[in-house]
C-alpha cells in the first residue's frame, strides 16, 4: 500500500523555520520525484518545491525560492522541506506528492505562521 505521510508542521512566529518530513512507503522511493504542494483556506493547490534523481534536481516556487529547501534520504524513504525566514503568507496545509502509480498525496500537514 502507498503511503504518504506528513509531520513537522505547527505554529511558528514570523521570521522563525519548520522542517516537514514526508515518510513513504509502498513503492520504490529512489526512482520516483516527491513534490511539496501548500493550500490555504479559499485559495487553490500550489506548488512549491520538487525533488528528483535525474536533471538539475530541485527546483521552487519562486514565492519561497532562497528561504525553503527540499532534500530527501532513500535510505529512509522521506522527503524534507526545510523552511527558513517563514512570513504569514507561508500559512497553509502543506502536502507531498509523488507521481507513482498515477499519483498519490498525503494527507497534509498544517503550518500557521504569526506576524
Known amino acids: 500500500q502507498v503511503q504518504l505521510v506528513e509531520s513537522g508542521g505547527g505554529l511558528v512566529q514570523a521570521g522563525g523555520s519548520l522542517r516537514l518530513s514526508c515518510a513513504a512507503s509502498?513503492?520504490?522511493?529512489s526512482y520516483w520525484y516527491i513534490k511539496w504542494y501548500r493550500q490555504a483556506p479559499g485559495k487553490e493547490r500550489e506548488?512549491?518545491?520538487?525533488?528528483?534523481?535525474?536533471?538539475?534536481?530541485?527546483s521552487y516556487a519562486d514565492s519561497v525560492k532562497g528561504r525553503f529547501t527540499i532534500s530527501r534520504d532513500n535510505d529512509k524513504n522521506t522527503a524534507y522541506l526545510q523552511m527558513n525566514s517563514l512570513k504569514p503568507e507561508d500559512t497553509a496545509t502543506y502536502y507531498c506528492y509523488t507521481n507513482y502509480g498515477g499519483g498519490y498525496w498525503g494527507q497534509g500537514s498544517q503550518v500557521t505562521v504569526s506576524s
Open positions: 506548488f512549491v518545491a520538487d525533488i528528483s534523481w535525474s536533471g538539475s534536481r530541485t
Open positions: 509502498g513503492f520504490a522511493f
